[in-house]
Every structure is written in structure tokens, then in C-alpha cells.
């Protein structure tokens, strides 16, 4: 299973970011897809997730409103448009596989994780 995060950049405060996540190796269209973040210094937090038929969507308090995740199953793809980017969004955004049943906000429920994208949000 390959996961290939892009669409990371450095951006200014007020502005947006469409990111990528093309998966390979796997049935992508039954597994629930989940972004999380890193900030320097800090642990990997949930962003959002999102279910394999597209039926629910999951985000953090911190992104809603500005952020929506989305999938192509057709192109094994997931994404995520931020919008109003905030400093406080700057982080390493990594895409990821829900492997195990439970919470979607938790680490351990993922497996396979992409490489990890840099978004720089400069106030």
C-alpha cells in the first residue's frame, strides 16, 4: 500500500490550499480515508476523515467551517480544500487509512500513512 501526499505549500493567512492523496495497493473504495496534522513540537492530530461512500464526514473543532474533505474513489484519491488558512494551521498533513473499527479522531485506528505534505500558513 502506497500513499502519495501533495498540494503542501506556503501560503498567507486568509488564503487556501487544495490537498492530495492518491492511494494505491489497496481496495480504496471500502476503507474510510483520515487527514492528520503535526505541528513542530507537537503530537499528530486529527483533521478529518471521511467514510468509503462518502455517506459521513468527520472534522476537528479547529476545521470546521474551513475545511472539507472529499474522495474520488474512481481515482483513489482523497483530498482536502482549506480554506481560511490560519497560522495555526501550519503542520505536516499526513493522509491515512482507517484499518481498525472505532473512533476516527484516533492514531491507532489508521494504518498506512503517506509520506506527509508541508503546509506553511505566514501571518
Known amino acids: 500500500v502506497q500513499l502519495q501526499a501533495s498540494g503542501g505549500g506556503l501560503v498567507q493567512a486568509g488564503g487556501s490550499l487544495r490537498l492530495s492523496c492518491a492511494a494505491s495497493?489497496?481496495?480504496?473504495?471500502?476503507?474510510?480515508m483520515g487527514w492528520f496534522r503535526q505541528a513542530p513540537g507537537k503530537e499528530r492530530e486529527f483533521v478529518a476523515a471521511i467514510t468509503p461512500s462518502d455517506v459521513y464526514r468527520y472534522y476537528t473543532d479547529s476545521v470546521k467551517g474551513r475545511f472539507t474533505i472529499s474522495r474520488d474513489n474512481a481515482k483513489n484519491t482523497v483530498y482536502l480544500q482549506m480554506n481560511s488558512l490560519k497560522a495555526e494551521d501550519t503542520a505536516v498533513y499526513y493522509c491515512?487509512?482507517?484499518?481498525?473499527?472505532?473512533?476516527?479522531?484516533?492514531?491507532?485506528?489508521?494504518?498506512?500513512w503517506g509520506q506527509g505534505t508541508l503546509v506553511t500558513v505566514s501571518s
Open positions: 495497493g489497496l481496495a480504496f473504495n471500502i476503507y474510510s
Open positions: 491515512a487509512v482507517k484499518y481498525y473499527s472505532g473512533s476516527y479522531a484516533l492514531l491507532e485506528k489508521y494504518d498506512y
